[in-house]
């Protein structure tokens, strides 16, 4: 199969976190689309939509963490194995293996107490 992949992939990312790995204050916003189109020289046309949106606020010396994840893509008989979203593992959803799901769509919403 000969297929030729191409694709615009604009980020936008705003970040007042404290600390990337274990904050204690601050918020994370984090938006991508990546278009793939003929007009670039992609052989398929889809779109594909992420944004993250997460927080945390420290009470004392105890921290509350959440997030919530919304995942899509437009047009998915156009979109190959390689356009579709891939989650899963111990610290994005436990109790899977990571990289287990596999889909154009995906949403999730998280929180910890730390």
Same mark, same amino acid.
Do not use: C, K, W
């Given at each position: 199969?000969?297929?030729?992949?191409?694709?615009?992939?604009?980020?936008?990312?705003?970040?007042?976190?404290?600390?990337? $790995?274990?904050?204690?204050? !601050?918020?994370?916003?984090?938006?991508?689309?990546?278009?793939? *189109?003929?007009?670039?020289?992609?052989?398929?046309?889809?779109? *594909?939509?992420?944004?993250?949106?997460?927080?945390?606020?420290?009470?004392?010396?105890?921290?509350?963490? !959440?997030?919530?994840l919304a995942e899509t893509a437009t047009n998915e008989e156009?979109?190959?194995?390689n356009g579709y979203f891939v989650n899963g593992g111990l $610290?994005?959803?436990?109790?899977?293996?990571?990289?287990?799901?596999?889909?154009?769509?995906?949403?999730?919403?998280?929180?910890? $107490?730390?």
């Amino acid at each position: 199969m000969d297929l030729t992949l191409a694709t615009i992939a604009p980020r936008l990312q705003y970040d007042t976190r404290d600390n990337e $790995f274990y904050p204690r204050s !601050g918020i994370l916003v984090d938006a991508t689309a990546a278009i793939s *189109r003929d007009a670039i020289g992609a052989d398929l046309d889809f779109e *594909r939509y992420s944004l993250n949106i997460g927080g945390a606020a420290s009470f004392d010396r105890y921290t509350i963490f !959440g997030r919530a994840l919304a995942e899509t893509a437009t047009n998915e008989e156009q979109i190959n194995l390689n356009g579709y979203f891939v989650n899963g593992g111990l $610290f994005e959803l436990s109790g899977t293996v990571r990289n287990e799901l596999i889909s154009p769509h995906f949403g999730l919403v998280q929180t910890a $107490f730390y």
